[in-house]
């Protein structure tokens, strides 16, 4: 009877840990994958993460828009009215994207400070702002 207490015990015990390694793992991958959002402003004070990518968004200023004259790269600024990053984006940029337009950009900061977009997405009608560039520009 001893035994079989013993025995039930250790298979409690080693599903236990088995069941911690895994919630530690799926919590640990869960983190990596996360995308946070970052202001133009909080990129400069530091907040924004070095190697990993990231969203930024705010507003394009006007007259910042320099195309590559062969290609597809574009350089803009974006700005959150207190300030502003500058961003690379080698690719078709949506057909909403222009000065003065919200946007929301997927990407990361390299060694220079320049910010590299992997994606760029742009306000969809004349009244919608993303909730983050809306909460942004409101601080």
Request: hydrophobic share 40%; proline share 5%; glycine share 12%.
């Amino acid at each position: 009877m001893r035994r079989n207490r013993r025995n039930t015990a250790i298979k409690i015990c080693l599903g236990v840990a088995g069941l911690a390694v895994g919630l530690g793992l799926i919590l640990t991958a869960f983190e990596k994958n996360l995308m946070y959002f970052y202001s133009p402003s909080e990129i400069y004070q530091g907040e924004a993460p070095k190697g990993r990518p990231f969203r930024i968004g705010g507003l394009v200023v006007e007259k910042s828009i320099m195309r590559q004259p062969s290609g597809l790269g574009v350089w803009f600024t974006l700005t959150d009215l207190e300030r502003e990053q500058l961003v690379y984006y080698e690719g078709i940029l949506p057909d909403l994207f222009g000065e003065g337009q919200g946007i929301v950009a997927k990407g990361q900061i390299n060694d220079t400070g320049l910010f590299e977009a992997t994606e760029v997405l742009a306000k969809h009608d004349e009244n919608y702002m993303p909730p983050e560039v809306a909460d942004s520009l409101r601080k």
